[in-house]
């Protein structure tokens, strides 16, 4: 008869399958943050003063043509596929 044995695992070796938060990404102590330099300051500054665009001055048919084009050629195709299961339905 073969012997029977447990597979018994490490508690904190597997990362696979961590029991916590912190088995898994370990005790990680913040950074210091990096030092500004004038490009990143300069940046920041261009996007704040940079107007936000809302979802009423988006024309939506020109950023989403393709999408419209797509949805147009599925419904077409649906639509003659659907005909054509009633017309065969009818004539088998």
């Given at each position: 008869?073969?012997k ?7 508690a904190?070796k ?8 912190s088995?898994?990404?370990g ?5 210091a ?7 990143t300051s300069?940046?920041?500054k ?10 009423d001055?988006?024309?939506w048919?020109t ?5 419209f084009g797509?949805i147009r050629?599925?419904l077409?195709?649906?639509?003659a ?12």
């Open positions: 008869m073969a029977q044995t447990k597979s018994r695992r490490q904190g597997s990362k696979a399958q961590p029991r916590s938060y088995e898994l990404y005790n990680r102590t913040p950074s943050p990096a030092p500004t330099t004038a490009a300069t940046r920041r261009a996007e704040e003063t940079a107007p936000k665009r809302g979802s001055t988006v024309d048919s950023e989403y043509a393709q999408v797509d050629q599925l077409i195709i649906s639509a596929l659907f005909a054509l299961m009633v017309v065969l339905g009818f004539v088998l």
